[in-house]
Nanobody, 121 residues
Framework: QVQLVESGGGLVQAGGSSRLACAASGRILSVLNMAWFRQAPGKEREFVAALSWTGASTRYADSVKGRFTISRDNAKNTVVLQMYNVKPEDTAVYYC??????????????WGQGTQVTVSS
């Protein structure tokens, strides 16, 4: 079993930066593929970024490519989503996910509770 807890986020101005962290317990992240998803009000949950368990492979949604970076710190059992040049359309609840692959929500077995990111224009 894996428990995921997100932190970070909050209110950030457009063009600014924000850092989200996902801390895991129960099973080490170093053997799990990890991902971030987000869900804006009235919309379906969508893929943001993914990182292979080796750390060698990353994947990003076109909407965040070049602005967001996903990384992992296996020593701290943490995955980080660093967001740069944020836009109002990045406003959403961000979820950490583990144990899947690809960009589909159904692929991931474990989920955090989510953390709110609000970008003001």
């Amino acid at each position: 079993q894996v428990q995921l807890v997100e932190s970070g986020g909050g209110l950030v101005q457009a063009g600014g930066s924000s850092r989200l962290a996902c801390a895991a317990s129960g099973r080490i992240l170093s053997v799990l593929n990890m991902a971030w998803f987000r869900q804006a009000p009235g919309k379906e949950r969508e893929f943001v970024a993914a990182l292979s368990w080796t750390g060698a492979s990353t994947r990003y949604a076109d909407s965040v490519k070049g602005r967001f970076t996903i990384s992992r710190d296996n020593a701290k059992n943490t995955v980080v989503l660093q967001m740069y040049n944020v836009k109002p359309e990045d406003t959403a609840v961000y979820y950490c996910a583990a144990g899947g692959r690809g960009s589909l929500t159904d692929d991931y077995a474990y989920w955090g509770q989510g953390t709110q990111v609000t970008v003001s224009s």
